[in-house]
């Protein structure tokens, strides 16, 4: 296989969607002609295989503050930090409807689990823009490697000769802890002075590749919900980069082995499976209010369970009505901005990207919405510690306050369908 040029054997040998059996030649590492891919019904008895695992370590990601050892080993090993990788690589490039419904059904076991799954693919993604040579670097000879992003806040880049020198913090680096590179949206300070776009009113972004011996873990992922991300922030002092890990951001559109439709709809492909994470643990707390109604007796003279409280009975049906109805929007979604991908190219149109930005808030939002349903239902089981209640009612409420889900995008799509500026630098790429 040529090294060299990756992305034009890719091309050759992949057809985007192709759905071909699983064998455990696809464990091996960079893949050869002979190889194929894993299905996405091999994905979810994956999670199946894993789920004991994951719920024999759920308490101890949350007491340490990150996914434990053996939890990051089963996800490892089933495959799970390949799923957005490319099939050059010895990855399985999940069309991202699928990755959403794998993230979902993980989220359904384990939400810190989930969200780490999510980053890493959507991570795996934006490190295409970077060149061929950088992502054989990262990718070629270990496709589970993970990395780990930072969007929050930009990383200082001064020139020094042939090389650049980065400084400062990286912010919310979900999966920090067991990442092995490190991406930054960074600008470049000349003289003192931020190096500005067009526009000479912003800084021209640009995202920067770091090495995880380049940054220093920092213990602040203080947090009373989704604890067991890890998502803690890092420090960078004085990191001398190669100009090959650092590029400027005009879009997220990489090209060579990166070429699938479901890279090129970047980072909505990435948002998307964030917002599963909050379907899959809503769709949780429907189930376990399911299993609750059939044996909780409801407080009275009679005797009855509460399932049969109109109630109980009411908020079950409303909830899942509200989870899978922003399941659909955010399905349907995803396949508009897939076909556009495909069949025209180039930048998604604006109406594409409101409906991708709507569904992702719709999805974090009626989510939560539907577990306070079920905490209403469940009565005061929903804060009791043998239960999960409490636990989805505050992991789920916490992603509606994440940046590309929160209630300001809504705003900013208003905007755009005013014909407006959106001010939310991710409708614009």
Wanted: charged share 20%.
């Amino acid at each position: 296989m040529d090294r060299k040029n990756p992305g034009q054997e890719g091309a050759n040998r992949f057809q985007p969607g192709s759905n071909v059996p699983p064998t455990g030649l696809w464990l091996t590492g960079r893949m050869t002609t002979t190889d194929v891919v894993p299905t996405l019904e091999h994905y979810l008895e994956q999670v199946t295989e894993i789920e004991p695992v994951l719920r024999e370590h759920d308490e101890a990601n949350e007491r340490e503050r990150r996914l434990v050892g053996p939890v990051v080993d089963a996800l490892r090993d089933a495959g799970m930090f390949r799923i957005g990788v490319p099939r050059h690589y010895g990855g399985a490039s999940l069309d991202p409807r699928d990755a959403c419904r794998v993230v979902a059904a993980l989220a359904e076991i384990d939400s810190a689990a989930a969200w780490n799954v999510s980053i890493a693919a959507a991570a795996t993604g934006i490190a295409g823009i970077f060149s061929p040579d950088l992502t054989d670097t990262i990718f070629g000879d270990d496709p589970d490697a993970v990395c780990a992003v930072s969007t929050a806040a930009p990383a200082f880049v001064t020139e020094a000769d042939d090389t650049y020198v980065v400084n400062g913090e990286l912010k919310f680096l979900s999966g920090a802890h067991q990442a092995s590179w490190f991406l930054s949206i960074a600008a470049i300070l000349r003289d003192g002075q931020l190096v500005t776009d067009a526009s000479g009113q912003m800084p021209a972004i640009h995202l920067a590749c770091l090495k995880r011996d380049e940054v220093e873990l920092l213990d602040r992922w203080h947090v009373s919900a989704m604890r067991g991300t890890g998502s803690t922030d890092a420090s960078v002092s004085a990191a001398v980069i190669p100009p090959s890990r650092l590029v400027r951001v005009e879009h997220l559109r990489p090209g060579g082995c990166f070429s699938d439709p479901g890279f090129q709809i970047a980072p909505w492909n990435g948002i998307a499976m964030e917002t599963a994470v909050s379907v899959g643990i809503a769709r949780a707390a429907i189930h376990d209010l399911q299993a609750l109604a059939t044996t909780k007796i409801a407080a009275g003279m009679d005797m009855n369970k509460i399932a049969q409280r109109e109630r109980v009975q009411h908020n079950l049906a409303r909830a899942m009505a509200l989870v899978e109805g922003a399941w659909a929007y955010l399905t349907v979604s995803l396949s508009f901005a897939l076909e556009h991908a495909s069949e025209v190219g180039g930048p998604l149109p604006s109406e594409l990207k409101a409906a991708l930005q709507l569904s992702a808030f719709t999805g974090a939002d009626a989510s939560a919405r539907a577990v306070d349903l079920v905490c209403e239902a469940a009565g005061t089981s929903s804060a009791r510690l043998e239960h999960r209640f409490e636990r989805y009612h505050r992991d789920v409420h916490f992603l509606t306050k994440h940046a590309s889900k929160s209630v300001e995008r809504v705003t900013n799509v208003g905007k755009m369908l005013l014909g407006m500026p959106a001010g939310w630098p991710t409708l614009d790429l």
